[in-house]
């Protein structure tokens, strides 16, 4: 009995020395946000666009504003960078800021979402 009276402080102190470096590492984690310019005009380019990048890796949240054709993504430093995310939208058949879309990939484009189409 004596014995867990005295490994049990010193039991708490190493659980909370342990969490302390877990959310210390957790922290560890840069998560920043871009915005990029793309040539999306309706709704089918947004959910292919914002579909197309959520599952990237170490992107957190994806989303684009046709009015303004800006998508805002929320990634983690570590795992990609701005350039891998235009190069992404580019392959989904889009313009990224400077970077000019994938033509193969923008050939496959529904006719509404070409550069070209006609507002409605």
Do not use: W
Request: proline letters at 4%.
């Amino acid at each position: 009995m004596k014995t867990i009276k005295f490994f049990l402080p010193l039991l708490m102190v190493l659980v909370t020395v342990m969490a302390f470096n877990m959310q210390a590492f957790s922290q560890d984690k840069k998560v920043e946000t871009i915005k990029i310019k793309t040539s999306a005009v309706c709704g089918q380019c947004k959910e292919r666009i914002e579909n197309g990048l959520a599952y990237e890796k170490g992107v957190k949240d994806v989303v684009l504003d046709i009015d303004s054709k800006m998508v805002t993504i929320k990634y983690n430093t570590k795992s990609t960078s701005p350039e891998e995310l235009r190069k992404k939208i580019s392959k989904l058949g889009y313009d990224a800021d400077d970077i000019p879309c994938d033509t193969v990939a923008y050939k496959k484009l529904p006719a509404c979402c070409k550069k070209d189409a006609p507002k409605h």
